[in-house]
């Protein structure tokens, strides 16, 4: 599409192929009033590593569990397209339907969200509990097919040993690479990120990153992003949008966002903060 | 519509001012009625009279407080009812002494008249205690139950133990009854869905009646259903077991971290999973604990309920103290003092580890 888009993809020098997502004039309107979204729209191509920026309020968090319907959006469209190629619209599933939708969207957030008292290795579990009927999961019989995915994917966010923990023995971002590992044992399509790495130090931030990154080039799973700090977004991104008052103002690659982009985004006077 | 909510809310507070004014108004009236006109005993007894008396007060006191409303005077009501915002703004304004202020004299006065009253209700007579021949009968009482007769010790620690597996069984039945319907009970799982929403309200309007019935009148009521004997007490602190465990178990789970539910519903688990999953993990303690502590509170209560018909050592206490046997009443006293103080030491340690 855009020239931007396709610098995008030079840049990050891996296959970035058709749409998976394509979002239409999205909008959200919660119970209380609230007009999180007024009518949002943009393309996900399968396999990029999209961000979404924008200021605290702007509904970036509401973006995502629209797509994946923690929660519901009140009006728009999410066309979904899977890999046989076969179109489903996100925003219009009902029931059942809801939860096999979120089966195939994974998703981490800000606090891990994990179960701190039970161990790492259920945690990672749970990431099955979309395929496992509820009298199973709950003895706990999973299938060893499950339980060598999960144990798996454990080893491929480098915390195999900790099996065994509670969550809640674990540091933040240990615990933020077990909610990576729960997601990916749901064989998710797309990985949504809702500010993965704002409560962790500098450090520890770039390792979550990292771990994305890795899962986003070698699984080839497509990753939607929200991120807080510009200098990460120019590292990790394949491409950005920026939401302001539940719309969308920007779209294009990380290298694009000047200062005067900035200061649209993120109101005049606004001062850009440097993370390495 | 962050003002929208502002007008919602001042207008509920408003009725509950206008309300309580209202209810206060006529409390006084009331009294004042009764002080000047002294009404005879049959007055005092043709309720439907009175009612309508009270209920035209309350009228008047309504549109008292809805004038007084409209002339910015702050009455009681106000003062409690009134949203934060509005009692902000007002604290420029001088601090009038509270005897000076309309919502100041309507609290003391209601609380000097309920005082007046309730000496009056008790019959207070502190002298009658200190009649030479009624003191001294009570000390003697007093002897007779301070050495106890140990002959019937054995019986007694037969029928505590009754007492304790009657408030034993009440909690076991209670908790997994009581387990199913928190979830039922807890707005945050239920709430979602009008049909839920429907189920919670049913639920929460039962057992908010039920919990308000004692477990007294329980026992009395089972007492004549099933025969007199612990298996009557037992029932009855069920049911109220039930009432009460449920109503604390969902708050505990009104009370979960989102967090937990979110990532358990992100991966496309199902309902029942959710709440196994992200939200039992977060009260069995809790419930644990509040389970211990009610068995402990059963306890006590079985033992008051022997005195109905509800078996155990309450129905062994009532009849040596209805033949006035003081000496084996203070054994029976002792035991259960006993008892109790070890089951609350116990429930205290227990949830102390939980914790
Ligand atoms: N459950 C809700 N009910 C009502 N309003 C909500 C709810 N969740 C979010 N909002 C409102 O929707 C708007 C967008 O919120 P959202 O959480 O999506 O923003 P965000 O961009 O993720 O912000 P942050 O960077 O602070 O996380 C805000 O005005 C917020 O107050
Ligand atoms: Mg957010």
């Not at chain 1, 396999?47 to 929660?71: A, Q």
């Not at chain 2, 408003?14 to 409390?27: E, L, N, P, W």
């Not at chain 2, 100041?104 to 209700?121: A, C, E, K, N």
Request: glycine fraction near 8%; aromatic fraction near 10%.
């Amino acid at each position: 599409m855009s020239a931007s888009a396709k610098d995008s993809q030079s840049r990050s020098g891996q296959a970035i192929g058709q749409h998976i997502l394509q979002v239409r004039n999205l909008q959200k309107t919660y119970p209380n009033g609230t007009r999180a979204l007024r009518g949002v729209s943009f393309d996900v191509k399968r396999g990029e590593f999209l961000v979404v920026i924008g200021l605290s309020g702007s509904g970036k968090s509401t973006m995502l569990r629209c797509l994946n319907r923690l929660h519901h959006p009140t009006g728009g469209e999410v066309l979904y397209t899977d890999r046989q190629g076969q179109q489903l619209d996100l925003a219009k599933c009902q029931g059942d339907e809801i939860l096999e939708v979120r089966r195939r969207i994974g998703m981490i957030f800000q606090h891990f969200n994990l179960i701190p008292r039970h161990s790492v290795l259920e945690n990672v579990l749970y990431g099955s509990l979309g395929r496992t009927s509820s009298l199973k999961s709950i003895l706990g019989m999973y299938s060893a097919e499950d339980q060598a995915k999960a144990m798996n994917f454990l080893k491929l966010v480098g915390i195999g040993e900790k099996a065994h923990f509670r969550a809640a023995q674990l540091s933040g971002g240990q615990q933020q690479r077990v909610a990576i590992a729960r997601a990916l044992t749901q064989s998710p399509d797309i990985l949504l990120a809702d500010e993965p790495v704002a409560s962790l130090d500098p450090a520890t931030c770039h390792v979550v990153m990292d771990y994305l990154k890795k899962v986003n080039q070698e699984l080839g799973l497509t990753i939607i992003c929200n991120l807080h700090f510009l200098s990460l977004v120019r590292q990790y991104a394949t491409r950005v949008i920026a939401l302001k008052g539940g719309e969308l103002v920007y779209e294009g690659s990380p290298a694009d966002i000047d200062e005067a982009w900035f200061s649209r985004i993120y109101g005049e006077g606004a001062k850009e903060v440097h993370i390495n | 519509m962050a003002s929208a909510e502002v007008v919602v809310s001042s207008g509920g507070a408003k009725f509950r001012q206008t309300v309580f004014d209202a209810v206060v108004f006529a409390y006084l009236a009331i009294f004042a009625v009764v002080v000047v006109y002294r009404p005879s005993e049959e007055q005092m007894l043709k309720l439907g009279e009175n009612a309508s008396l009270f209920g035209a007060f309350v009228v008047i006191g309504a549109i008292l407080s809805v004038v007084l409303q409209h002339k910015n005077i702050k009455t009681l009501g106000w003062m409690i009812y009134a949203p934060p915002h509005l009692k902000q703004r007002s604290q420029d304004e001088l601090v009038a002494p509270m005897h000076k202020t309309l919502w100041g004299v309507q609290l003391i006065l209601s609380v000097v008249v309920t005082t007046v009253v309730g000496f009056v209700m008790t019959k207070i007579d502190v002298l009658q205690l200190l009649e030479a021949e009624r003191f001294w009968h009570a000390m003697r009482l007093f002897g007779e139950l301070a050495s106890p007769n140990l002959e019937i010790l054995p019986k007694a620690v037969l029928k505590i133990i009754e007492t304790i597996y009657i408030a034993f069984m009440a909690t076991a039945i209670a908790v997994p009854i009581a387990f199913v319907l928190s979830f039922l009970m807890a707005r945050n799982i239920m709430g979602s869905s009008r049909v839920g929403f429907g189920i919670y309200f049913a639920l929460r309007t039962i057992f908010n009646v039920s919990r308000s019935i004692e477990p007294v009148l329980w026992a009395i009521i089972f007492s004549i259903w099933a025969t007199f004997g612990p298996f009557a007490g037992m029932l009855a602190l069920t049911v109220h077991s039930i009432a009460s465990l449920a109503k604390q178990y969902s708050e505990y789970v009104e009370s979960v971290e989102d967090g937990p539910i979110e990532g358990i519903e992100s991966t496309g688990a199902g309902r029942l999973q959710t709440v196994w999953f992200a939200v039992v993990p977060q009260v069995v303690l809790p419930y644990i604990s509040y389970t211990v502590y009610r068995w402990d509170t059963n306890v006590r209560m079985a033992t008051i309920l022997g005195f109905v018909g509800g078996g155990g050592i309450g129905t062994m206490l009532m009849e040596y103290q209805g033949q006035a046997k003081w000496p084996e009443v203070g054994c029976i006293i002792l035991v259960i003092a006993t008892v109790v103080w070890i089951m609350d030491t116990f429930s205290a340690h227990v949830r102390a580890a939980i914790k």
